[in-house]
């Protein structure tokens, strides 16, 4: 088995650009299914807030499952590294 990712790598690569991170993982479909609720709830909160909302709060919906993406990647990559490290060194 080879050495998966520094999970703190695919963190970073998750924040910078959502659906990497899943994609790091090996699980393309996963991170398109993230970028696509991402843009689908962001648009929709961006057409449904008041216009007196500042911009966080108007693309609050894609931010959230943007947090949800980076959080799937991290906890992926995490586990990953974790069971090979144990069966490598254990």
Do not use: C
């Amino acid at each position: 088995m080879s050495q998966p990712l520094n999970p703190h790598l695919v963190l970073l690569a998750a924040t910078l650009l959502p659906g990497s991170g899943q994609v790091l993982n090996r699980q393309p479909i996963r991170g398109l299914t993230f970028v696509f609720f991402i843009l689908l709830l962001g648009a929709f909160t961006l057409k449904t807030a008041a216009p007196e909302v500042s911009l966080v709060g108007k693309l609050a919906g894609g931010l959230f499952v943007w947090a949800l993406a980076m959080l799937d990647a991290y906890k992926t990559a995490r586990i990953r590294f974790e069971v090979w490290r144990h069966s490598s060194h254990g």
